[in-house]
Each structure stands twice: as structure tokens, then as C-alpha cells.
């Protein structure tokens, strides 16, 4: 028998090793948990929201939004001046601004982040983002020229960086002029620049980290008072995390800054721990330029990738702060939140739902052929007409999704914008539909089938849609029930992984695929240049010479209430007469927080939340 | 003992072969997922310039290459030839998660897969072993129909619906432990609970099988007729024979254990690489994959000769001789 327990004490020896070896989690004030989890701390590589709020309190820009209206508030620049023609943009920064580390926030952060952001080599999904400041696209596409026809017989990889440091200098329009002040010079006005110079993508880095330099110490000491430009950029061997492929000239960067002890930051906070999928905490940052009184002192972020048990953590009051409920735990707690007669008070006044900035919508391939090489009939402008029309939006969003969000016939939200009405697009109307494929050429031929006029019938449509969510599969079989009873025409669903989903919509290789946008600035182009034929997002392969014609009027339109009328013009226009996508409602966040334990939170459907506005009234446990 | 250790040589000698099938296989099998593990699912994409020029940079564009020269990485070779900087062992960066590498997502949570895996397998022992020896010392009787029963439920009832149950109760009613996340022992409980039920039940199956055939054995008869006392009998001669197939259940479950439960992770949200797994081929994280399967597979492989040895020593009937 003792020769049993060998391998049951080995077992238990095992098992206590790694608990002792476990380094437990602190706790903190303000504990936030989200079903989704952080995927890069890294502004200029980022694009989903949860990483944007990591960044938005680890990193500070130079100017931030006051989250009630969104107007632009200073931040790292305390003042700026533009010049008559709208072109030259002057930022005095704040001389006291530090980084965690404690050396200068300069101008020359800035530009070496954005020049970051508008080089091929990040490959950011942002890069287009200061396409409009002078140079910068001839930038982007001579850097990558150079790197497709880059021959390592012929220069060096290093030379060819040399050069475009020099390029950079002399062509792009982001200037230091000294250690405080940045100068951006544009090639159109942009009127939404502040906006977008809030935008997480255009958050400083700290250069000597996100590169790795390797310093001698009085190079360290004079890095700390006088900021890295002060110093020799260390050899490219003496760079931990960037290095020059000498076979294709790109600068390859490793990632791994992005820790708690490496990370050097400017925000409200710094990075204290991270350990994947566990625990994020966040520490104030000591340099930080001001803390608002009563923001938390340490925020830790927990992963619950299973929406139960998020919930029930939150009623037991383990957690602050629960961002994207999921559907089918929410649906219930809505209702007790509209109609009462629910015995948990906390549960139901914690539960919010805010409309977003973003739109979910299904897209119409618009290319006169299939991928399959047959007839497309939704090339047919009429046809998506008819189908818009034959679509009972609010009948998905009443009984299908069961979040009541607002039905949307447009793709820019209602009341996100200042300054803009979004249009109204096509209304709900079976009649019409059916009376829309006539005028497209689709009729019934006496045994009931729809015809065009040399006999062919309507292929059915198919459907596409991704699998990751129940949701977007609820709401293409209401579709398919709706289009077939309204039109007559069948509906094959076909449902993908994301992956395989994303395939098929990059190759047009789809009728009806799902879809869902989220603006990133506060403008209405954040939508509408969707819809421009050249954009790399434009799935559709919508191509109307008439909208880009105007989408570029509109971009060099200096009055902003002309600027306006013409974006919306163009909005009531795409969505009445082309219909390259069907919107079908608004997408509505649901998040829950006690507004008796927390105070500071934004109700805006921008959803940025900056953490160092929360306030915890709670008292502590 | 030379057969011991020749089976332990030849066992050992196979491990890289047994490996070099596997990275073949996995490889294949994740290369064949559709899509770019470097693009995100929905959003604002990069222009197609640079998801060409970022796919050629990870080797993505030519699954040869890239066979070849991650096998290099991970088999150290690259290491020994390179400027041996860096990991000599190197599983590369997540690629859908870049401030990672896949060594630093490893370390980090296999010992979380590898604690609730420990603790559901001596759980489950417990469990399993006890309600089995019951059950088996009196067949047909109520014990043994309650034990039954037991197990009956813990191999039926899925894991979400366990897990959940166990949190209601010990979460939220009795308020003692927490409601998941992970961080000291007492994150440790529920889910090991949860996770070790199936298997107690198929351990007390065949406990209760064993103790039901040994106690009908003709040895044993031969010690009751000495006049040795039931529990004497039970724990020192019925005990270690009927448990035998327990043991060679406990290297393939130990095992199964370890590598992490997708379901019992995610509802207790433990940071463990199971669930990690899951998305990681839903995202087609090549590198991540490879990684995940190459290390299990090892551990796998040495468990289960582990469990041979150990089969041997603890009964010196069976005989080794490397097959």
C-alpha cells in the first residue's frame, strides 16, 4: 500500500510547489473586468477600444476630451494657435511635463511617435490617420517604394533608414521647434484636428524604451534632465527592441516594452503588473502632470471571458466597473430595469445601456459579378433598395436582439456629432420593395417565381455571417424570414468563424455579409469615407465617381457648416439612392457600475473613459 | 531492473521523433486554418501593402520557410547558430498578442493549468477511491447504489453547468470563496472541484470494479481464514490489487488534467492555457499553437513513462522489456 501513496505524494508535492511558487494579486480601489481582454499597450499598433482606455490612462497626448460633450481640453500642450488659412497648427507644451521616469515630455516625443505611426514599417492600423498633414503621404508611400524595391546588394539597410530620417525631416509637416513647441503644418484644413490629435494612436511613446537603448550612465543621467533628444542615439546593436532587417531594409521592432518593468509612460498612471489573461494593474503615476482628487490610486483590470460569472462577481460587489455585458445575460436585467419588479435593487440601478459611436449594419457586395463569376444582382442599386425596404428593423431590435437599440437607417449614430443632423435614410415599406424589383426588372412570372426579362430566376442570396456571437446569427434568420416572406426570394444563411468570415469579405466572395463600424474621430467622414471607392475598409466594392467626387469637395470645404450640410448631403444621398449597406440599429453598450459607488463616468456613445475621472465613493472594504 | 531502464532509454530516444510528428502534424493542421492570424477580426485594417510586407515578415507567406526556420527556433539550433542572444528555446512572439512571446505566456500559465490539474486529480482520487471501495465492499447494497449514482452524474453533467453550481453555492450563497479569478488557495477549490468530478467517477468505477473482483479472489479468502480483520484486509491486501487499474487510468488522466480545462477555465476565470489554446487556434496564432501543443505533447510522453515505471514498481509482476 505505502508503494501507492509514492505517487500520490509526488502529486501533492507538485501541487504545493506551484502554489507557494504563485505570486498572489493585490488588491486595488477600483477594480474594472471586462470580457474582452487587453491585446497591446502599444497606442501607435492599437485599434480596439479596451486597448485605447489603457492607453488613455497610461499615456497623455497633447490635447483630451472632456468626456461629457467631447470638446477638446488641453493636456501635455496648454495652449495652441492656428494660422488664418487653417494650415500651420502651433502647440506650446506644458515645460513641466514629465514621464514616469522622470525625464522631459518634449516635442520631440511627439514627432518621433507620429513619424512611428506614419511608417510603414509599424504597419499600424492607424497609419492613415495624419494623412493630411503635408508630406505625409508622400511619406508613407516613398518609404514604401523604397522597402518593395529595396536591393541589399546595392546600399545598406542602415543607409536607407538614414535617408528617411532625412526625408521625414525635410518633407513631413510635424516640426519641433525647440524642446516645447510642435508645429503641424497641413495640406488641407482638417477641422476635426484636435479631435483626432485626442485619439489614442497619437499618444506619445517614450523613444529610449520602446527602442531599448542600451545607455552609458552620465548618457542616462543627461537622458533624465534633458529628455533623450539631448543624447546620441545609442548603435543599432545597442537597441534591444528594434533592429534593421539588412535583407529587406524594414526596421523590425520586438514588442516587449509593453511591461510593467520595463514601460515608461506620461499618463496618470503606469504600468505596475501584468500577467496575461489575469491581472492588469495600473499604479498612479508619481510624474504625472496632476491627478484629479479622488481618482483611484490603483485600478486592476480582471479578465471574466464568461459573462456569468462577471455578473455574479459584480453582485457580490468584487467588482467597480463591468464593461460589455453579454446578450443573453443583459436582456433580463434591461427588462426588470424598465419595468421594476425585480427584488435586487443594485443589480438593476447598476445596469446601463448606452448607445455607441458605431452602427452595425449588413454590407451588399455592390460588384457587377460574383466571385463566382455569375450576375450579381444586387449590383442593381434597386434591388438593395428593395431589400432595405422589405427590412423591419425595429422588429429585430424588439425581438431579436432584445436591447430596444435604436434603429438606424443611416451609418452615422444620431446625437454623437456636434454639428451634425445625420439624414434620414429609407424607412420600413413592403409595398415599395416589391414595387423597387419591378423597377429593377424582377417580376413574377405566372407560376409565382421572380423573373427577369429574359426569364432568368433571382439566384437565392446568401447570407453571410460570422459565428463568434449568437446575436449576428439571430439577426440574419430574422432577415432571411423577413426578405422571404416580404420579397418572395430565398435566403441561404451561411455562417463563418471569424476568420474564414474575414476571407470571404476581403475576396468579395459573398452576397450579404454582416458588418459593423465604429467612428474613431468626431466628424462624420469617420463614416462616410467608407464609402469612397479607394478605401482599404470599403468590403463592398461600392464604386461611385459622383460620392468620391463630392467626399472630396467636402474635404476641401473651409466653412464648417458648409462642410456639414455637404457630408450630410452626401450620407442622405448613399443611404437613399445606392444602399451599398443596410444599417440595421445603433450598437448599444451595456456596462454596469453602482452610481452609488461611482461616480465620473461618461454616458457620451464616444464610450471613452478616461480612469482618471472615476471617482470611488465606495467606502473601503 | 535493466528492463526498467531499457524501456526508459528507448522511450526517451523516441521523444524527439515522437515530437518532430507532432510539430509536422500541428503545423499542417493550423496552417490549413483560413485566414491571417495578423489581421484583427473587425475594424480599421492597415492598407494591403502592409499586411504583405508584415505576413513576408513573420514567414507567413511561405509555409515552408516557415516550418523550417520556427523548428529552428524552438529546437535551439537557430540559438547555437545565431549571436545567442535571447531565449536558446525561443516558441517567438504571440502573433495576434505582441507584447508576448509565447515562452512568457507559457511559464506564466501552464503552472495555473498545472495547479487546478494537480488538485482535480488528487481530488479525484480521493474522491473516486473512496466512494469506489464502498461501493465495491458491498455491492447491490445502498451504499453502493448511492456511490453509483454519484458517479453516474459526474461523468453526465457538462462541466459550465458543475462549474456554475459550485460558484452559486460557494460564491454567492455561502459567500466563503471567491467568484473566480485566481490568486491564492482559495481560488484553487471550486474549480479543481469541478474539474476532478469526471474523473473521481471513472476512478470510482474502477476502484469499485477492482475491489469486486479481488475480494472474490481466493488469496483473500485465505487471509480471512487466518482470522486478519476487515479493515486490515481491505487496506493492506484487497486494496493495493484493485487499484491497479486505477493507476494506469491516472498517467492518461493526470494528463488530461493538466492540459487544462477550456470550459472549467473559463467559467472560473482561471489564467490558464486551455482556454488560451482555444483562441489561439480560433485566431490562428500559429506560433502560440505550435508552442502550446509542443509542450504538452513532451509533457504527455513523459508522463505516461513515468506511469509505466511506476506501474512496474509498484507491481513486480509485470514485466518490462521495452515493449
Not at chain 1, 114 to 122: A, I, M, N, V
Not at chain 1, 210 to 231: F, P, S, Y
Not at chain 1, 399 to 406: A, C, D, I, K, S
Not at chain 1, 454 to 463: I, K
Request: net charge negative; proline share 6%.
Amino acid at each position: 500500500m505505502l508503494r501507492f501513496l509514492i505517487p500520490i505524494v509526488v502529486l501533492l508535492a507538485a501541487l504545493i510547489t506551484l502554489v507557494l511558487l504563485d505570486r498572489g494579486s493585490d488588491d486595488a480601489e477600483f477594480v474594472i473586468a471586462s470580457e474582452n481582454e487587453v491585446f497591446t499597450l502599444d497606442p501607435q499598433r492599437m485599434s480596439w477600444l479596451t486597448d485605447m482606455r489603457m492607453a488613455y490612462a497610461l499615456f497623455e497626448g497633447l490635447v483630451r476630451w472632456n468626456t461629457d460633450d467631447f470638446s477638446i481640453e488641453p493636456a501635455v500642450a496648454t495652449s495652441w494657435t492656428t494660422s488664418p488659412d487653417g494650415l500651420t497648427w502651433r502647440f506650446e507644451l506644458d515645460e513641466s511635463a514629465r514621464w514616469s521616469d522622470g525625464s522631459p515630455v518634449t516635442a520631440h516625443d511627439f514627432v518621433w511617435s507620429w513619424k512611428r505611426l506614419l511608417s510603414p514599417d509599424t504597419a499600424a492600423d492607424y497609419s492613415g490617420l495624419l494623412f493630411d498633414v503635408l508630406g505625409a503621404r508622400e511619406f508613407w508611400d516613398w518609404r514604401n517604394d523604397a522597402l518593395a524595391s529595396f536591393d541589399p546588394s546595392n546600399r545598406s539597410a542602415e543607409s536607407l533608414m538614414d535617408q528617411t530620417d532625412s526625408v521625414f525631416a525635410e518633407t513631413v509637416g510635424i516640426r519641433a521647434i525647440g524642446d516645447h513647441t510642435l508645429e503641424v503644418e497641413l495640406a488641407q484644413p482638417v477641422p476635426y484636428l484636435l479631435d483626432l490629435l485626442a485619439f489614442a494612436p497619437l499618444l506619445p511613446v517614450h523613444r529610449p524604451t520602446v527602442e531599448g537603448w542600451i545607455l552609458h550612465i552620465e548618457d542616462q543621467e543627461v537622458l533624465r534632465q534633458n529628455g533623450w533628444d539631448a543624447v546620441d542615439p545609442p548603435a543599432w546593436e545597442d537597441r534591444q527592441f528594434a533592429s534593421i532587417s539588412p535583407e529587406t531594409g524594414r526596421l523590425t521592432s520586438k514588442h516587449s516594452w509593453a511591461r510593467p518593468e520595463l514601460m515608461i509612460s506620461n499618463g496618470p498612471y503606469i504600468l505596475d503588473e501584468w500577467r496575461y489573461r489575469r491581472d492588469l494593474r495600473l499604479a498612479q503615476n508619481p510624474n504625472a502632470r496632476s491627478h484629479r482628487p479622488g481618482s483611484p490610486r490603483s485600478i486592476l483590470i480582471r479578465s471574466y471571458p464568461d459573462p456569468n460569472t462577471a455578473l455574479l462577481a459584480f453582485d457580490r460587489g468584487d467588482l467597480d466597473w463591468l464593461t460589455g455585458v453579454s446578450a443573453d445575460v443583459r436582456r433580463d436585467l434591461l427588462d426588470a430595469a424598465d419595468e421594476g419588479g425585480r427584488d435586487d435593487e443594485r443589480l438593476v440601478r447598476s445596469i446601463h445601456a448606452v448607445p455607441a459611436y458605431g452602427t452595425d449594419f449588413f454590407s451588399f457586395n455592390c460588384r457587377p459579378e460574383l466571385s463566382s463569376g455569375a450576375n450579381n444582382p444586387f449590383h442593381n442599386p434597386l434591388v438593395r433598395r428593395a431589400f432595405a425596404l422589405a427590412t423591419d428593423k425595429q422588429a429585430i431590435v424588439d425581438h431579436v436582439t432584445g436591447l430596444r437599440e435604436p434603429i438606424a437607417s443611416v451609418l452615422t449614430p444620431q446625437d454623437a456629432i456636434v454639428g451634425y443632423e445625420p439624414p434620414d435614410g429609407l424607412g420600413f415599406d413592403p409595398v415599395m420593395a416589391v414595387a423597387e424589383l419591378a423597377s429593377a426588372g424582377w417580376t413574377r412570372n405566372t407560376s409565382g417565381e421572380l423573373i427577369d426579362e429574359s426569364g432568368r430566376p433571382f439566384p437565392p442570396v446568401e447570407l453571410l455571417y460570422t459565428t463568434s456571437s449568437a446575436r449576428h446569427r439571430r439577426i440574419a434568420a430574422a432577415l432571411r424570414s423577413q426578405w422571404q416572406q416580404l420579397l418572395g426570394i430565398d435566403v441561404h444563411l451561411v455562417g463563418k468563424d471569424s476568420k474564414a468570415f474575414s476571407v470571404d469579405l476581403r475576396a468579395g466572395n459573398f452576397m450579404i455579409a454582416r458588418g459593423r463600424w465604429y467612428g474613431d474621430w468626431g466628424d462624420p467622414t469617420t463614416f462616410l469615407e467608407l464609402f469612397r471607392s479607394t478605401d482599404g475598409n470599403n468590403d463592398r466594392g461600392f464604386n461611385n465617381p459622383d460620392i468620391d467626387a463630392r467626399l472630396d469637395t467636402a474635404k476641401h470645404e473651409s466653412d464648417t457648416a458648409t462642410r456639414m450640410r455637404q457630408l450630410r448631403s452626401i450620407e442622405h444621398d448613399i443611404f437613399n439612392l445606392h444602399m451599398p449597406l443596410l444599417p440595421i440599429c445603433q450598437i448599444v453598450e451595456v456596462t454596469m457600475h453602482d452610481p452609488a459607488d461611482t461616480s465620473g463616468m461618461t454616458s457620451h456613445p464616444r464610450l471613452i473613459q478616461y480612469l482618471g475621472d472615476v471617482t470611488c465613493l465606495r467606502e473601503e472594504p | 531492473m535493466t528492463g526498467m531502464r531499457r524501456l526508459i532509454v528507448m522511450r526517451l530516444v523516441q521523444v524527439p521523433f515522437i515530437l518532430l510528428a507532432v510539430y509536422t502534424i500541428t503545423f499542417t493542421l493550423a496552417w490549413l486554418i483560413p485566414g491571417n492570424p495578423l489581421e484583427k477580426d473587425e475594424g480599421r485594417r492597415p492598407p494591403e501593402a502592409i499586411a504583405t510586407a508584415m505576413q513576408a515578415q513573420w514567414n507567413l507567406d511561405d509555409p515552408w520557410s516557415f516550418y523550417w526556420s520556427y523548428l529552428g527556433d524552438i529546437t535551439g539550433v537557430n540559438w547555437l547558430l545565431g549571436d545567442q542572444t535571447g531565449p536558446v528555446i525561443d516558441f517567438g512572439p504571440s502573433l495576434r498578442h505582441e507584447n508576448w512571446t509565447v515562452g512568457d505566456i507559457i511559464s506564466d500559465q501552464l503552472p495555473v493549468s498545472m495547479t487546478v490539474g494537480l488538485s482535480a486529480i488528487l481530488l479525484a482520487l480521493l474522491i473516486g477511491i473512496t466512494m469506489g471501495t464502498l461501493g465495491g465492499l458491498r455491492p447491490g447494497s445502498w451504499t453502493d447504489r448511492i456511490t453509483g449514482s454519484v458517479s453516474i452524474i459526474g461523468v453526465s453533467i457538462p462541466a459550465f453547468v458543475i462549474g456554475t453550481a459550485l460558484l452559486m453555492l460557494g460564491g454567492v450563497w455561502l459567500q466563503w470563496l471567491p467568484i473566480g479569478g485566481w490568486g491564492s488557495w482559495k481560488h484553487i477549490l471550486l474549480p479543481s472541484l469541478a474539474l476532478s468530478l469526471p474523473f473521481a467517477a471513472w476512478i470510482a468505477r474502477l476502484a469499485r470494479q477492482g475491489v469486486i473482483e479481488v475480494m472474490h479472489a481466493d488469496f483473500i479468502r485465505a487471509v480471512r481464514a487466518k482470522g486478519v480483520s476487515q479493515q486490515v484486509v481491505v487496506v493492506r491486501h484487497v486494496l493495493p490489487n484493485a487499484l491497479l487499474p486505477v493507476l494506469s487510468y491516472l498517467g492518461p488522466a493526470t494528463a488530461a488534467a493538466l492540459t487544462g480545462s477550456f470550459v472549467i477555465e473559463k467559467v472560473f476565470a482561471i489564467p490558464g492555457l486551455g482556454m488560451h489554446f482555444v483562441d489561439a487556434v480560433l485566431g490562428k496564432d500559429l506560433t502560440m499553437i505550435m508552442g502550446v501543443v509542443l509542450v504538452y505533447s513532451a509533457m504527455l510522453v513523459l508522463l505516461n513513462l513515468a506511469v509505466d515505471v511506476m506501474y512496474a514498481w509498484v507491481d513486480p509482476r509485470i514485466q518490462l522489456n521495452g515493449h
